[in-house]
């Protein structure tokens, strides 16, 4: 494992440096929000200028290893968890559990509210329409991750309002208890950055990143069963799409949608 600075080398200062601080990552087992050395402290420990050393940290954080924080200094980044969650009609709970983990829910509003104009839009239904609203603030290996808020028609799942939410998955309670299928929906991501709110109860900083899933879905009957907004944080979560090309298929456009 390469340890200074080979100044023969073909390979650019910062690069080398990259490798290095990688090595040193995984022969100390570093582990995620462990400190690294501060800019003037890597400059002294290996003879380097500072653009050298930024430019190296800077590929390093652009990639997920490194974060750093103004004010603060240098940490291993917590690795983003991929996330299948646009590409299929599974909850988080499903998507979360398939990889070996673990989640709860703090329920923060479970009730009958009448549908304001754009849940009644999204579930097709007039407004006023009671609906059942499930806002949750849910933990990832207990960690704040993502704050969800579901909009349910009341007669779909009329008992909803009295189960039990914090280790349960929505979409199991309503196909096994309620007899509820879903078989189709359409979801959509968009960047946005959190308010001071969203910021404390996620455990962010105002103005971080986070990535909106909106999302409806379809039952047997066609008609949409359940809708819902969640605000993931950006440090936090990727969303994976597996594409397919095929033959002779009509192009779709991109969309843009704008308010």
């Not at 990688?22 to 890597?42: C, F, I, T, V, W």
């Not at 590409?87 to 673990?102: C, F, K, M, N, P």
Request: hydrophobic share 40%; net charge negative.
């Amino acid at each position: 494992m390469q340890s200074s600075i080979d100044r023969s080398s073909l390979l650019p200062f910062y690069h080398q440096l990259k490798q290095i601080l990688l090595g040193e990552m995984e022969s100390r087992e570093l582990k995620p929000g462990d400190r690294l050395p501060g800019d003037h402290e890597l400059c002294e420990r290996y003879g380097v200028s500072r653009t050298v050393v930024r430019q190296a940290l800077a590929e390093l954080e652009s990639e997920g290893v490194i974060e750093r924080i103004k004010g603060r200094g240098t940490f291993v980044a917590h690795p983003k968890t991929p996330e299948g969650l646009v590409q299929s009609l599974t909850g988080l709970y499903e998507d979360v559990a398939a990889r070996g983990g673990h989640l709860r829910s703090q329920v923060r509003r479970l009730e009958v509210v009448p549908a304001d104009a754009q849940v009644a839009g999204a579930l097709d239904v007039p407004p006023g329409h009671p609906v059942i609203v499930i806002e949750r603030l849910r933990f990832v290996e207990e960690e704040p991750w993502v704050l969800t808020i579901t909009h349910v028609p009341q007669e779909v799942a009329p008992g909803l309002v009295d189960e039990d939410l914090t280790q349960e998955s929505l979409y199991a309670l309503l196909e096994g208890r309620f007899g509820v299928r879903l078989v189709q929906g359409r979801r959509s991501v968009e960047a946005a950055v959190a308010s001071a709110e969203l910021a404390r109860s996620l455990g962010v900083n105002r103005g971080a990143p986070v990535l909106v899933l909106r999302s409806v879905s379809v039952g047997e009957q066609g008609r949409p069963v359940e809708s819902f907004v969640a605000f993931h944080r950006g440090d936090r979560s990727r969303f994976e799409v597996e594409l397919s090309r095929r033959q002779g298929a009509p192009p779709r456009p991109l969309m843009i949608v704008t308010d």
